[in-house]
């Protein structure tokens, strides 16, 4: 049965260069790398649609034809009518071209406000970003979470993991009232899948206009850390298959697991 369409779209992250998993990454993006069989930015893409969010932007700097050659048709951010790639019966796919458009990749935070006119049209609705080199299988893209956010006056909803070896001190801790702290006894880490609202992208807390027409390059954390300090970010923890694919060795193991 077709799933019901959700409101929320989800961009996909494949803007980065991918330098520690040189030099597979000399010759194809990393999200194109592939796991089990599979494109790693592929797995995520389809647990969107398996949900119902077929609605998907993806970010492109480094190699970025390949990832536009391998799914299909183009499409411009700054397109007043773009053309939609409908993948399978299910998903409809649109693109924000950093590199096209300013010759470099524009980081999380500058990438984000670059694609906020294709997210959220009408700077109103929430939506789903995730980075497309990251490995989680089971992790579902759940309405009910999403519909807890929408009612929420959080910002942000962010799901932490268990720290990997390569991240033991972890990113942010989670209080007892399910807000996300800089500080707390146990941190974890940030598994990159999140929820947020244009709000968080917008005056006060963020200063690039949307669309980010000067293709200003920012980071996403010192806006969450802001965020947090006002108790506008939400979390919960996420203790199912998690990889980040940041080397070739991670890449290899988890194609030797069955």
């Known amino acids: 049965m ?5 409101v929320a779209k989800a961009m996909i992250l494949a803007a980065g260069r991918g330098q520690r998993m040189q030099p597979l990454t000399d010759t194809c993006p990393k999200p194109l790398l592939k796991v089990k069989g599979q494109p790693l930015m592929w797995w995520p893409m389809q647990a969107l649609a398996k949900n119902g969010f077929t609605q998907q932007i993806i970010n492109t700097a480094w190699l970025g034809q390949q990832i536009e050659d391998y799914f299909g048709a183009l499409c411009a951010v700054a397109s007043d009518n773009p053309s939609v790639l409908h993948l399978g019966p299910f998903i409809d796919l649109q693109y924000s071209h950093e590199a096209q458009d300013f010759g470099h990749a524009l980081e999380t935070l500058g990438g984000i406000c670059r694609a906020l006119p294709l997210l959220s049209p009408c700077l109103k609705e929430p939506f789903w970003v995730l980075a497309g080199d990251v490995y989680a299988p089971q992790f579902e893209f759940s309405t009910q979470v999403l519909e807890q956010f929408i009612q929420s006056k959080a910002l942000a909803h962010l799901w932490l993991v ?3 070896a390569h991240n033991l001190t972890g990113d942010f801790a989670i209080n007892e009232q399910g807000l996300a702290q800089q500080k707390g006894k146990i941190k974890y880490t940030f598994s990159t899948i999140a929820l947020y609202k244009p709000d968080l992208f917008q005056p006060p ?3 690039i206009p949307v669309g980010n027409s000067r293709g200003e390059v920012a980071a996403l954390a010192p806006l969450l850390r802001k965020a947090m300090d006002l108790g506008l970010v939400t979390a919960q923890l996420y203790d199912g298959e998690w990889t980040d694919v940041g080397t070739p060795e991670r890449l290899a193991l ?3 697991k069955d």
């Open 2 to 6: 077709k799933p019901t369409v959700n």
């Open 162 to 164: 268990p720290n990997p």
């Open 205 to 207: 807390l963020c200063s």
């Open 254 to 256: 988890l194609n030797t």
